[in-house]
């Protein structure tokens, strides 16, 4: 039995879900989210909730059960609340700055990056050194931040790069003479 698959997600006031043609659609105040379903698991929208049961003994509907349901939780986080990242930079004349739908970074290169910002992203850069990245889908926000990042990941020695906020960097020692 699956821990997390057995407790049914709950639905706040303002939130409406309904299953149609093999999709969760969930509309909320910040929005609205889809969900394709899995074959091997059933869902049952009720009144302030939605279960999420395995449809048969399978091996691999118990394996869906459990993720499937965090989906679903996600999807309602999402329109409720929303998802934030905060990413930090930090380098001598490492920064950031949000432009419209661009975001300009300044990393080291002999160039300045300019990164798109997705459809459903916002960026705002509350000073240079600092990036937050918010919307409603909690994939697309993780994704957005972890291609950012890929910029110039953290290096150990002098921690250097672009960072999660929170995330330690593990440091390493200089050379010795």
């Known amino acids: ?13 303002g939130v409406t879900a309904a299953v149609a043609d ?17 074959d091997h698991v059933t869902y049952e929208v ?14 691999q509907a118990r394996a869906f059960w459990g993720m499937q349901r965090t989906l679903v939780q996600n999807l309602v986080t999402g ?21 419209g739908k661009n975001l300009k970074l300044q990393l080291g290169y002999s160039h300045d990056v300019d ?12 000073d240079n050194t600092t990036i937050e990245i918010s919307g409603i889908d909690k994939q697309k926000v993780g994704q957005v931040a972890a291609e950012i990042r890929r910029w110039r990941k953290p290096e150990p020695y002098k921690g250097k790069g672009i960072k999660y906020r929170g995330e330690f960097i593990f440091r390493k020692e200089g050379k010795k003479k």
Do not use: H, W
């Not at 039995?1 to 006031?13: F, Y």
């Not at 009720?46 to 091996?59: H, L």
């Not at 990164?115 to 509350?126: D, L, R």
């Open 22 to 38: 093999g999709t969760l659609t969930v509309k909320g105040p910040k929005g609205t989210l889809t969900l394709s379903l899995a």
């Open 1 to 13: 039995m699956s821990r997390i698959g057995k407790k049914p997600v709950v639905v706040p006031g």
């Open 46 to 59: 009720g009144e302030g909730c939605i279960s999420v049961q395995p449809a048969n003994d399978s091996k």
């Open 79 to 99: 329109v409720t609340e929303g998802y934030t990242k905060v990413l930090e930079i930090n380098g001598v004349g490492y920064r950031a700055t949000a432009q």
């Open 115 to 126: 990164f798109a910002v997705p459809e459903g992203i916002e960026i705002k850069t509350p």
